[in-house]
């Protein structure tokens, strides 16, 4: 890319937004915003005890990365967020209109393996199905990119930025 974008990492739980937006935002030379720090308590009290967010938890939230992105507007940033559905990317584009997206993406067994093995996050495995009911994958009208998540943090992070790359020609 040549133009500094303001990217948001999007995917389910487990396929590794907090692992590599920090790696591309270093690689882009920009900064990176955990997406869910932006989370309100009650909404991380609700995924904590295994009860899934619907659409009114999530606007704040959603409201909350698309501020934190018009910000980095032309300065670039890397933020993450599930962006599960094409509303939710719609209103952080209608807050942050150049947002680009990179959906991190890969075979279910081994996202439900990651999420098994990490510690100390609130989302339990039990919200996977959840997550995968409410997914849509970008549609072809929408600026972003998906990227496999098989590999090393290392590889999925070079898939990333070679792929954002090709957004630019």
Request: without cysteine.
């Amino acid at each position: 890319m040549n133009t500094p974008h303001v990217v948001v990492v999007m995917g389910v739980a487990g396929t590794g937004k907090t692992t590599i937006g920090p790696l591309l935002a270093q690689r882009l030379g920009v900064p990176y915003a955990e997406g869910d720090d932006f989370h309100p308590e009650a909404n991380i009290a609700k995924m904590t005890a295994g009860t899934p967010l619907t659409d009114e938890d999530r606007w704040p939230w959603l409201d909350a990365i698309g501020a934190w992105a018009h910000g980095r507007a032309g300065l670039g940033g890397v933020v993450s967020s599930s962006a599960l559905k094409r509303s939710y990317r719609d209103r952080l584009r209608s807050a942050a209109p150049g947002v680009v997206f990179v959906h991190l993406t890969g075979d279910r067994k081994l996202i439900e393996d990651r999420m098994a093995h990490r510690q100390g996050h609130f989302m339990p495995t039990a919200l996977l199905d959840s997550q995968f009911a409410t997914l849509q994958p970008l549609q072809a009208d929408e600026t972003g990119v998906a990227v496999d998540v098989s590999g090393s943090p290392e590889e999925i992070t070079d898939r990333a930025v070679t792929a954002l790359h090709g957004l630019d020609r």
